[in-house]
């Protein structure tokens, strides 16, 4: 299901360097403008776009209401968070929009836990242009035993045969 559009603050000028009609917008602080589409989460401002997050890269989006920032955090954990302040605190449509085009992008998911304790989770996500890719997170310290390395394994191979990928 895709979230109602609301865009109607968008400036023309902004609008005009998307790629298609947005999902949901929010307007930040700062006068850029945060941008849902079916494909990423965009930043735009008067002079382009400066920032692209296809949704297979979002781990996820929360909003804190007492700073008015919605914190993107991305699934391979390389690069700090992006955060976005928003003009207002009126991003209930935006924050719904993003939650549902990152759930979107996940096709199938598993998980498994170590002997240590660890949760390894492998999730299926369609990119950008259709694709299919598996990803692996882990929640806990991994030791790098063979034992661990068997379970990861495992699970990433079931979660890619349940999609047809191949293992």
Partial sequence: MILGRRSSRLP???RALLPGSPYATAELADGRWAVVTG???LVASEEGVTQRHPWHTVERGRWDGETR???VTWVDG????LELRTASDE???FAAALRERVQASVVHSDAAE???GAQIKVYIRRDETGALLSQ???TGTLR???EETRVVDEVERRARAAVGLPT
């Fill in 39 to 41: 494909a990423e989460l």
């Fill in 144 to 146: 790098g035993d063979g």
């Fill in 91 to 93: 991003v209930a449509s």
């Fill in 114 to 116: 170590t002997a240590t």
């Fill in 12 to 14: 023309r000028t902004i």
């Fill in 78 to 81: 390389s690069r700090s968070p």
């Fill in 136 to 138: 692996v997170t882990v």
């Fill in 69 to 71: 920032t919605v914190t």
